[in-house]
Structure formats: C-alpha cells, structure tokens
C-alpha cells in the first residue's frame, strides 16, 4: 500500500491547529505521518507541537503559505511518501475523508480534493464548485475539473516530480492557484473534487464588496502582485498573461470605486505599486515592509502619492525595453 503523509501549515492558530491534528489522527484511514510546517508562531504552538510524540514538525520563519507548503511538501517527497494530503491549519477533515479520496483514485494520475464545506452550516459550499451550491444538490461523486487547494487536496509524488514545489517567492494569496495552474494546465494532470471526501473550512471571508483598511490591509499587495503570476500559470504566452492581468487591473480598480467607501483614491494609487512589482519579478516586499509603506502613503498627500506612483508605473511599462531590466526579468 502507498503511504500516505498530512502536509499542515500553520501560523499563530494552536486551537485550530489542534483541531485539524486531532482530525487527522481520527481518520478511518489514517495517514502514515502527519507533518506541521510551523511558521515561525509566536504563540504556543511550537511548545504544544514539543509534546506530540507522534507529529513530525519542521519550525521556520514566516514564509507565507507558500513557503510553509513549499518546505512540507519538499520534506514530504524526500522522505518517499507516496501521497501528499495538504491542508492549512484553519479546517479539518470529515473522519473519512481520505478513505474516500484514495476510493477514488483514478486510472491515471490526477489531483484529487476534499469537497470544502462550512464549517458553520456543514452543507455549504466555501468556494464556487460546479453549478452546485451545498453539498446535498451533488449528484456526482466526482466533479471534474474542480479544486480548491490546498484544503484537502491530495497529490500524488508524480505530481511532483514532474510539476515541482509552490512558489516561495508568493508568500500567500494566490500561490495555491498558480501551483494549481501548474499542474492542470503546464501539466496537464486531470483534477477532481471528491464530493464523498469532505473537509470543512471557515466561510470566505474576503469580499470585494467589503470596505478594507487602506494602512492594515498588507494582504492586499499579494493578491494583486500575485494575479500577474496566476495567470502566468494559466495562460499560453507571457503576452495572453499581460492581457489578462490588465484586464484584472482594470476590473479591480472599478470595483474600488464601486464598492470601497473609505480612501478611494489612496487605494487606486497603491495598486501602481504591486503591479510595478509583479511586472518586474520583484518579490522582496514582506508583510512589514508593506504595513511601514501604506503607513507612509497614508501620511502624504495624494498629489505626492500620485506622481510618485505614475513615476514607478512609467518605469516598470519601460522595463521590456530596458536591456538591463530584461535580462533580470530573464533571470527571475
């Protein structure tokens, strides 16, 4: 029998980190180890992962979930595994989830997921699956071309060999979608969501109709930077990539003015940044360095912000035809 490890990445959660172990170890089919990727937490859980004979636990610095799931499940394919369960640290699997997804495997190699449902009601969906919206309208035990990861999402080392790791570089938000992309579109591996295989998850709670902080919202500068390097993944050429990431700039900036009631403005001009960024391969922004930025645009005035940022944009619309800005495109 092929073994099977839990891959788990967590961050300043020991409640719900203990929650999602316990899952694990309750499983019908358990798995043959479960690792915990510690993100540099700074509250009890390293003390807490200390006491757990039966875990192993890698402790790093705070690398995003790209850089947690990047480090598992490296470990993971060099320690021989065959299968590679993944999940962050905020759901839990249903007690036969991953009997449910190995009843599944198909024929040929593909990537297999949990069916994510709220952990509030159980029946709904968290993420748009197919046409169906709770768990109780699926007709089908598997819906193809359908996954969420990494909630539940089950590779196989094959998958790895051949597509390799996430991306470290994209720290989080979007990360899990380019690897995605990846597998299913450079990779062209077949993708299903297991609705039989359920893994329970906190509601979304990200909403482009939701007012956000302009000086707290660090998060933010990854979802737009990051976009760039989805559709990267997603689309045939670097020029389709552009297309479609102007398309996205495009649309997000109506939704600002739509739907955001507070800095309008100051939001519209902050996007110039992660775009000049993700234009010009630049991953060295960290959560602090961003919170320390949108503090210092926040205490300016929007006619400074402004030129500054038509100035980046400038730059970074020249960059393809800057042969030194090439070659280090080239390099990334």
Same mark, same amino acid.
């Given at each position: 029998m092929e073994k099977v490890i839990a891959v788990v990445v967590s961050y300043n959660r020991e409640a719900l980190l203990r929650e999602c172990v316990d899952a694990l170890r309750n499983q019908t089919r358990k798995p043959d180890a479960i690792l915990v990727v510690n993100n540099g937490s700074t509250d009890n859980t390293l003390n807490w992962l200390k006491q757990q004979p039966d875990l192993?636990?890698?402790?790093?610095?705070?690398?995003?979930?790209?850089?947690?799931?990047?480090? $598992? !499940? =490296?470990?993971?394919?060099?320690?021989?595994?065959?299968?590679?369960?993944?999940?962050?640290?905020? /759901?839990? #699997?249903?007690?036969?989830?991953?009997?449910?997804?190995?009843?599944h495997e198909p024929q040929h190699r593909a990537?297999?997921?949990?069916?994510?449902?709220?952990?509030?009601?159980?029946?709904?969906?968290?993420?748009?699956?197919a046409h169906y919206k709770k768990?109780?309208?699926?007709?089908?035990?598997?819906?193809? $071309? !359908? =996954?969420?990861p990494f909630n539940g999402t089950l590779i196989h080392r094959a998958i790895v060999e051949?597509? /390799?790791? #996430?991306?470290?570089?994209?720290?989080?938000?979007?990360?899990?979608?380019?690897?995605?992309?990846?597998?299913?579109?450079?990779?062209?591996?077949?993708v299903y969501t297991v609705s039989t295989s359920v893994h329970y998850h906190p509601p979304s709670a990200f909403s482009y109709k939701n007012d956000w902080d302009f000086q707290s919202a660090w998060k933010?500068?990854?979802?737009?930077?990051?976009?760039?390097?989805?559709?990267?993944?997603?689309?045939? /050429?670097?020029i389709s990539?552009?297309?479609?990431?102007?398309?996205?700039?495009?649309?997000?900036?109506g939704i600002i003015l739509v739907y955001q009631k507070t800095d309008k403005l100051r939001k519209l001009s902050f996007m110039v940044w992660p775009?000049?960024?993700?234009?010009?391969?630049?991953?060295?922004?960290?959560?602090?360095f961003i919170l320390r930025k949108l503090h210092q645009q926040a205490s300016v005035s929007l006619i400074t912000v402004w030129q500054h940022n038509l100035k980046q944009l400038w730059q970074a619309a020249?960059?393809?035809?800057?042969?030194?800005?090439?070659?280090?495109?080239?390099n990334a």
């Open positions: 192993h636990y890698i402790t790093q610095e705070n690398l995003g979930g790209a850089g947690g799931f990047n480090t $598992g !499940i =490296a470990w993971a394919y060099r320690a021989g595994f065959a299968w590679i369960w993944c999940m962050d640290d905020d /759901g839990y #699997p249903q007690s036969n989830a991953l009997e449910e997804l190995l009843k990537l297999l997921n949990c069916a994510v449902i709220s952990k509030e009601d159980q029946q709904s969906f968290v993420w748009k699956t768990l109780q309208d699926v007709t089908e035990p598997l819906i193809k $071309g !359908i =996954a969420h051949r597509v /390799g790791m #996430p991306k470290t570089d994209l720290f989080l938000w979007g990360d899990e979608t380019e690897y995605y992309y990846r597998i299913v579109k450079q990779n062209e591996f077949p933010m500068y990854y979802y737009v930077r990051n976009r760039f390097h989805v559709h990267r993944a997603k689309c045939s /050429g670097r990539a552009i297309i479609h990431y102007a398309a996205f700039i495009v649309a997000f900036c775009v000049k960024d993700a234009l010009q391969h630049n991953f060295s922004a960290t959560p602090p020249l960059a393809p035809f800057n042969p030194a800005a090439k070659a280090k495109t080239a």
